[in-house]
């Protein structure tokens, strides 16, 4: 059957591939998926774009076999249009996606909070986050060096500073993060290279995208306002009176003690507009004689680091691109056919390679020390707001369990984790006796850990390391409908129902094309 309509599908499932390069790409971590048959849509647009040239079909050894059987139904439709595809041919679309995500899979497999993602997967308290809480939780922190006066100043002691208190405060983080982005694709098909037996199709992907985090803190269980302890029967100040003299409520001291003192800026809504990585691919078709195979086909695509990179001042930042690396994508699929319009299965794999250690900003957590007792502003590698006066006992501890938390940003050299992509569908032609199809697919994404080069000691990299792995599965479906004034629209769906790692992200598109 490859010889009926193979030209249908000489770019459509490797252009499945690139597609789901353009999921491999985005950081967001986020998000997996970008409906992989977008591609696969615009190549029967070209096609249905073409005009009958019976001498072309009837002169050309490769479609020497299209009337030798009688047309499976639902391609007809296709047959009648091969003839143009033989010569070159540019083809130009915009899809439309739209992506949601507010949960995440963690590193156990189980359903968490999205803003939780890269953590254990438990509570993020303010011990995990603030180091001077943790001190003051540990009995470390206090507010005289020396010999202990008579009569101490509040303070002096864990029992009376409110951080100690605000220690098992949680910190919880509601992310809801959206995406609309437009993907312009365009590609150039050239017929009979290589000894006039492959096809070659060479094109590019600039992705436009719009993207927004909404935040919704919470800050809860600690116990602040449950104890209220007074040192003596003389003591004129409590934890609660020594909390409101620096703050206005827990929300203040959180974003302004806390989250300012490490850089971070918290925004409840953040947008960006902007461009994300640019690619160029090129795709060959090289199995054009094969029985009972449409189309066996592998590429290659470049993605180049375009889009802004992040400067990690913001609490949850929203990222256009890969973060800064060049990203080389090998891929190839393999389209069967069959008698039965029911039965036309695809089966796809590639992989993703991390092609420079490039620089980024980065938020690590660092291993603070110190080796005798002293006062915090002497110590130039603690960041304190309204605690100047206090002093610590030596330790050594580090600032952050939570990267996104780390003290200060970081300048590093890094390189993503290689990815891996295997899957498998099935076509089902002519529904509801129009020219229609149906896909329904399945695939499989898994990412390798990321990789850090000359990093000092002191950087905690395994925190990251850790939670960077990944592997995702995902259903996706897609139906598409052509008219006869040579339009074509699709729409479909994509989603991450199990993994680790990774958000548990939706996507929904809309798909047309133009042919010249």
């Known amino acids: 059957m490859k010889d009926r309509y193979d030209n249908?599908?000489?770019?459509?499932?490797?252009?499945?591939?690139?597609?789901?390069?353009?999921?491999?790409?985005?950081?967001?971590?986020?998000?997996?998926?970008?409906?992989?048959?977008?591609?696969?849509?615009?190549?029967?647009?070209?096609?249905?774009?073409?005009?009958?040239?019976?001498?072309?079909?009837?002169?050309?050894?490769?479609?020497?076999?299209?009337?030798?059987?009688?047309?499976?139904?639902?391609?007809?439709y296709y047959q009648t249009l091969l003839a143009k595809a033989l010569e070159r041919n540019w083809l130009f679309s915009v899809a439309v996606h739209y992506d949601v995500s507010t949960k995440a899979f963690g590193p156990d497999g189980n359903t968490m909070n999205l803003a939780s993602l890269g953590t254990s997967g438990e509570d993020i308290r303010l011990r995990d986050i603030f180091l001077l809480a943790r001190l003051s939780e540990q009995g470390k922190l206090g507010l005289y060096l020396g010999d202990i006066p008579a009569n101490p100043k509040f303070g002096y002691v864990k029992e009376e500073q409110y951080l100690n208190f605000l220690?098992?405060?949680?910190?919880?983080?509601?992310?809801?993060?959206?995406?609309?982005?437009?993907?312009?694709?365009?590609?150039?098909?050239?017929?009979?290279?290589?000894?006039?037996?492959?096809?070659?199709?060479?094109?590019?992907?600039?992705?436009?995208?719009?993207?927004?985090?909404?935040?919704?803190?919470?800050?809860?269980?600690?116990?602040?306002?449950?104890?209220?302890?007074?040192?003596?029967?003389?003591?004129?100040?409590?934890?609660?009176?020594?909390?409101?003299?620096?703050?206005?409520?827990?929300?203040?001291?959180?974003?302004?003690?806390?989250?300012?003192?490490?850089?971070?800026?918290?925004?409840?809504?953040?947008?960006?507009?902007?461009?994300?990585?640019?690619?160029?691919?090129?795709?060959?078709?090289?199995?054009?004689?094969?029985?009972?195979?449409?189309?066996?086909?592998?590429?290659?695509?470049?993605?180049?680091?375009?889009?802004?990179?992040?400067?990690?001042?913001?609490?949850?930042e929203v990222e256009l691109g890969n973060g800064g690396g060049f990203l080389l994508d090998v891929f190839g699929n393999i389209l069967f056919s069959s008698t039965s319009r029911f039965f036309n299965p695809t089966v796809q794999a590639g992989c993703e390679i991390g092609l420079n250690a490039f620089r980024s900003s980065q938020r690590i957590s660092q291993t603070k020390v110190q080796s005798e007792k002293g006062l915090l502003r002497d110590n130039p590698t603690l960041r304190v707001p309204v605690f100047r006066e206090y002093y610590t006992d030596p330790f050594v501890e580090v600032d952050s369990t939570i990267p996104f938390f780390a003290d200060a940003v970081s300048e590093v050299r890094m390189r993503r984790g290689n990815k891996m992509f295997v899957g498998c569908g099935n076509y089902i032609h002519s529904l509801f006796g129009m020219d229609s199809r149906l896909g329904i697919f399945y695939d499989y994404l898994r990412t390798g850990t990321t990789k850090f080069f000359g990093v000092p000691q002191q950087y905690d990299t395994k925190t990251i390391t850790d939670f960077s792995s990944s592997h995702a599965h995902r259903l996706g479906w897609n139906f598409t409908l052509q008219t006869r004034n040579h339009v074509e629209l699709s729409i479909g769906s994509q989603h991450v129902i199990a993994g680790k790692n990774v958000p548990r992200l939706h996507e929904f598109f809309l798909t047309g094309v133009i042919v010249f």
């Open 8 to 76: 249908k599908y000489i770019v459509v499932l490797s252009c499945m591939f690139i597609a789901w390069w353009s999921v491999a790409q985005e950081s967001d971590a986020d998000s997996l998926a970008h409906g992989r048959t977008f591609y696969e849509h615009e190549i029967d647009a070209m096609i249905a774009h073409a005009k009958q040239d019976e001498e072309k079909v009837h002169n050309t050894g490769r479609r020497s076999r299209l009337n030798k059987e009688a047309l499976t139904p639902g391609r007809e």
């Open 167 to 316: 220690a098992p405060m949680v910190v919880g983080m509601g992310l809801n993060q959206q995406a609309i982005h437009a993907d312009i694709t365009g590609m150039y098909r050239i017929e009979g290279v290589c000894w006039q037996e492959l096809s070659l199709t060479l094109g590019f992907q600039i992705p436009l995208k719009y993207k927004e985090h909404k935040l919704d803190l919470s800050l809860y269980d600690g116990k602040l306002y449950r104890v209220g302890y007074v040192a003596n029967a003389g003591a004129r100040e409590t934890t609660i009176t020594q909390f409101f003299k620096d703050f206005e409520s827990v929300e203040d001291f959180f974003i302004r003690a806390v989250l300012g003192s490490k850089g971070l800026e918290y925004v409840p809504i953040q947008r960006t507009l902007g461009v994300g990585d640019i690619a160029v691919f090129g795709i060959f078709d090289i199995a054009p004689h094969l029985s009972h195979v449409d189309d066996v086909q592998c590429g290659i695509t470049l993605v180049m680091p375009t889009a802004k990179k992040s400067r990690a001042t913001t609490l949850y």
